[in-house]
């Protein structure tokens, strides 16, 4: 199994990033897809989820109505358009499949989640 994340950088405070997660190895449809992300010394945070069919989307409080996630199952594929970034945001994201964690669930899980990439890091300036 590999989860690869793309497109992450270094960005100024009110830019953009759209980052992708290329999944490959396994029924990418039968899980949930999270973003996870985490700051140097902080613990990690999830910040979007999506189940796999795509109806029930999660967003924690600190990012919604600023990012987006979406998935394609055809393409066995995740992205996290990130809009109106600021420093906080800066972190190393993660992109994560989970079989049994609904979108909602993913803002208080602790274990870790079935799948996950190596991250990509996104540093946003003021």
């Known amino acids: 199994v590999q989860l690869e994340e793309s497109g992450g950088g270094l960005v100024q405070a009110g830019d953009s990033l759209r980052l992708s997660c290329a999944a490959s190895?396994?029924?990418?449809?039968?899980?949930?897809v999270g973003w996870v992300r985490q700051a140097p010394g902080k613990e990690r945070e999830a910040v979007a989820a999506?189940?796999?069919?795509?109806?029930?989307?999660w967003y924690a409080n600190s990012v919604s109505g600023r990012f987006t996630i979406t998935r394609d199952n055809v393409k066995n594929s995740a992205h996290l358009q990130m809009n109106s970034l600021k420093p906080e945001d800066t972190g190393v994201y993660y992109c994560?499949?989970?079989?049994?964690?609904?979108?909602?669930?993913?803002?208080?899980?602790?274990?870790?989640?079935?799948?996950r990439g190596r991250g990509t890091q996104v540093t946003v300036s003021s």
């Open positions: 994560a499949l989970d079989g049994a964690l609904p979108p909602r669930g993913w803002e208080s899980a602790t274990r870790e989640y079935d799948y």
């Open positions: 190895g396994l029924t990418f449809s039968h899980y949930a």
């Open positions: 999506i189940a796999w069919t795509g109806e029930s989307i």
